[in-house]
């Protein structure tokens, strides 16, 4: 079992920036892939970022790609998302995401554990 925990979201101008972190329960994190989606309002629930359990491979969404970076702490059990150069349409809820592969996953389908999410506003 794995619980996961978000936070550092909030309201941001555009071209702001924001680090949201996912801190997990358990002993088993570091052999999980992990992943951060994003949902908006009436919109279906995307990957934006994804990374393997050792870090060494990350994927990223066309949408994100130069502007967010994922990355990981085993040793914490914790997994970051920073976020750059922020847009309006970057405004969702952002949810971490566990899946009991050593790589990254693509579908929301294959992962196992969910955290509750943390709102990221961008506005000016």
């Known amino acids: 079992q794995v619980q996961l925990v978000e936070s550092g979201g909030g309201l941001v101008q555009p071209g702001g920036s924001l680090r949201l972190s996912c801190a997990a329960s358990g002993r088993t994190f570091s052999s999980y892939a992990m992943g951060w989606f994003r949902q908006a309002p009436g919109k279906e629930r995307d990957l934006v970022a994804g990374?393997?359990?050792?870090?060494?491979?990350?994927y990223y969404a066309d949408s994100v790609k130069g502007r967010f970076t994922i990355s990981r702490d085993n040793a914490k059990n914790t997994v970051y998302l920073q976020m750059n150069s922020l847009k309006p349409e970057d405004t969702a809820v952002y949810l971490c995401?566990?899946?009991?592969?050593?790589?990254?996953?693509?579908?929301?389908?294959?992962?196992?554990?969910w955290g509750q999410g943390t709102q990221v506003t961008v506005s000016s």
């Open positions: 995401a566990a899946a009991r592969y050593s790589n990254i996953r693509f579908s929301r389908n294959e992962y196992d554990y």
């Open positions: 990374i393997s359990w050792s870090g060494v491979t990350t």
